[in-house]
């Protein structure tokens, strides 16, 4: 668990990371560069979960390298299922991290929403729905692993 005690906010009490892959995790179906040792930085302190509409078809060798299963969602109301999802995790608890338009709602239930600018393009959608935007997944990660840096941007 992360605790962050944001002032001016409730406090942050997150269990779960979700995330998008396309876009956010991976590229072109392929994972970006240093994703898998962060992740295992960070699974001693969250949940690791992520959503795909799998664009590229390349989920199940994505699976593979982050030993993880990913939860597919099906064509048609990704948005809605995706915030469905962090709902039933119990949407306080959970950072969700995206960039498309199928993440807005999710960014916008989750107790921490994190839009990444992608090389495959941010929705604007999806980066006012955000609580924070960053230059990509990888400075994300860095927030988590230093959640000081987050009481910096959120405080009121």
């Known amino acids: 668990m ?62 593979e390298q982050l030993n993880v299963s990913a939860i597919r969602v099906s064509p048609g109301h990704e948005a809605e299922q995706k915030a469905v999802y962090i709902n039933q995790l119990g949407a306080e608890k959970v950072v969700a991290i995206g960039q498309g338009a199928n993440d807005a709602a999710m960014l916008k239930a989750a107790g921490l929403g994190i839009a990444v600018i992608s090389i495959e393009g941010t929705a604007i959608e999806t980066l006012l729905a955000a609580d924070i935007v960053v230059p990509d997944i990888n400075t994300a990660f860095e927030l988590l692993l230093k959640p000081i840096r987050i009481i910096a941007s959120l405080r009121k």
Request: aromatic fraction near 4%; hydrophobic fraction near 40%; proline fraction near 3%.
């Open 2 to 63: 992360i605790k962050i005690d944001i002032p001016g906010r409730e406090p942050l009490m997150l269990e779960h990371l979700v995330c998008d892959v396309n876009g956010t995790l991976a590229v072109d179906g392929q994972l970006i560069d240093g994703i898998s040792q962060t992740i295992m930085k960070l699974g001693d302190r969250l949940q690791f979960h992520m959503l795909t509409a799998d664009t590229h078809g390349k989920q199940k060798f994505i699976d």
